[in-house]
């Protein structure tokens, strides 16, 4: 069966500090990978998806970048943390429509990483 | 782009009641699902329900998609069933940017 882990769970990092989430999915190639984030109370919000190794979209302009250097691992990272970007950040994959035993873009999503930027 | 809304914003529910959760989305759309965000943040597919109904125990779900809204059906209420309701909607391709998720609806169901 697929799975997919983030780390770390939870994360308190001062302003102007680096990132890195990573997120690994087990058990299915070739996933399209993303990263959202959720903002307290609200939504959640793309900000990064991959349909293949070092293939990355942007969805929102900002100070974090992602990169998938194997096919089933993504990175969040960015090189200085601002106080904006606290927030729960979720990975997901999905398979392309009609593989498999998925219908269309059958979404899941990780454990998620609560990131606190003091 | 797609856009998705969720009614009612929240809802607060005694123990056993039923209620109805309502998703509208403003364009056709081939892909359709419904997730419960846990108190601890952590998303769970509930439907993949782009058309049609679906049942699963106390869950049901209908889209029409005709008419483009979704609802979540709630049975017999658990305190277990707290949390967000999110629904979201996207053309299914290759590619997830058309995917969207509506602000959700927070349920609270009280012991």
């Known amino acids: 069966s697929q799975t997919i882990h983030q780390w770390p769970a939870t994360l308190v990092q001062p302003v102007g500090s680096p990132l890195s989430l990573e997120c690994t999915v087990e058990g299915t190639s070739n996933p399209n990978l993303y990263w959202y984030r959720q903002a307290a109370g609200r939504g959640l919000q793309l900000l990064f998806y991959s349909v293949g190794i070092g293939q990355i979209s942007s969805e929102v302009p900002q100070n974090l970048s992602a990169s998938r250097p194997q096919d089933r691992q993504f990175i969040l990272s960015s090189k200085k943390l601002l106080l904006s970007d606290s927030g729960f950040y979720l990975c997901?994959?999905?398979?392309?429509?009609?593989?498999?035993?998925?219908?269309?873009?059958?979404?899941?999503f990780g454990e998620g990483s609560w990131l606190t930027v003091v | 782009g797609i856009q998705v809304e969720q009614s009612p914003p929240d809802l607060i529910l005694q123990e056993g009641a039923n209620s109805t959760l309502r998703c509208n989305f403003s364009d056709s759309v081939n892909n359709l699902q419904w997730f419960h965000q846990n108190p601890w943040g952590q998303l769970i597919n509930l439907f993949y329900i782009p058309s049609g109904t679906k049942q699963n125990g106390r869950l049901s779900a209908t889209t029409v998609a005709t008419e483009r809204y979704s609802l979540l059906y709630i049975s017999s209420s658990q305190t277990t069933d707290s949390g967000v309701y999110f629904c979201?909607?996207?053309?299914?391709?290759?590619?997830?940017?058309?995917?969207?998720f509506g602000p959700g609806t927070r349920l609270s169901v009280l012991p």
């Open positions: 979201a909607a996207g053309r299914g391709d290759n590619y997830g940017q058309n995917f969207v």
């Open positions: 997901a994959w999905s398979l392309p429509s009609g593989t498999g035993i998925f219908s269309g873009n059958t979404i899941y």
